[in-house]
């Protein structure tokens, strides 16, 4: 089992440009998430998906758009990438439906906009 | 919001010491979760908390989750080299997870 796997690995963009991280599971997990880290604050949740069909707004959700395609797969898009945007998204995923599940986290996509 | 306090922010430490960092809220939690990040990794599961008063070891890593349920600890006895990187607890309400920030473990040799 690969487990959380992201693409891409690192990303340069320029303000304005746009992009699709993506993200998929392969322990059959119900739910979701995007996190995004800077430095010194943690990690906050972007979105989330509980099931396969939902998405529900995080923490820090602006700029950013979510697709849960199928019970794998959970992508974030950028719209118009701002300089703000740059830091480490990780996407995770957890069995529990619920407020009980340990979450698996993918290696990250580190991004830096321009 | 909800927020849940972590201190320190750092900690350094020779190898072979104790180290401790705490995780406070100020509104009662229904669970925790404590996480284990390496430099320029991705956060790593540890364990769970849900009961008042539990408290949980992994060898040498020891977890507490406080009476009230609105604080917790991780304790690590006798650090080693391999115990750097980042801990993070995490509070779980509903679907949402909130972090805090992390207590960054240095250990020297």
């Known amino acids: 089992n690969a487990g959380v796997t992201q693409t891409p690995k690192f990303q340069v963009l320029k303000t304005g440009q746009s992009m699709t991280l993506q993200c998929a599971q392969d322990?059959?997990?119900?739910?979701m998430y995007w996190y995004r880290q800077d430095p010194g604050m943690g990690l906050r949740l972007i979105y989330y998906?509980?099931?396969?069909?939902?998405?529900d707004k995080g923490e820090v959700p602006n700029g950013y758009n979510v697709s849960r395609l199928n019970k794998r797969e959970f992508s974030l898009r950028l719209e118009s990438a701002a300089p703000s945007q740059t830091s480490v998204y990780f996407c995770?995923?957890?069995?529990?439906?619920?407020?009980?599940?340990?979450?698996?986290f993918g290696p990250g996509t580190r991004l830096t906009v321009l | 919001g909800q927020q849940v306090m972590q201190i320190p922010q750092y900690q350094h430490v020779q190898e072979g010491e104790d180290f401790t960092t705490y995780c406070n809220s100020s509104?009662?939690?229904?669970?925790i979760q404590w996480y284990k990040q390496r430099p320029g990794g991705h956060p790593v599961f540890l364990i769970q908390l849900v009961k008042s008063g539990e408290v949980k070891k992994q060898k040498r890593l020891t977890f507490q989750f406080g009476e009230a349920k609105k604080n917790s600890s991780l304790h690590i006895t006798a650090t080693q080299t391999t115990d750097v990187g980042t801990y993070f607890c995490a509070m779980t309400g509903g679907f949402k997870t909130i972090f805090g920030a992390g207590t960054r473990l240095f250990v020297k040799a």
């Open positions: 509104t009662t939690l229904s669970n």
């Open positions: 995770a995923s957890s069995e529990a439906s619920g407020n009980h599940g340990a979450q698996y």
């Open positions: 998906s509980a099931s396969e069909g939902t998405t």
């Open positions: 322990m059959n997990h119900n739910s």
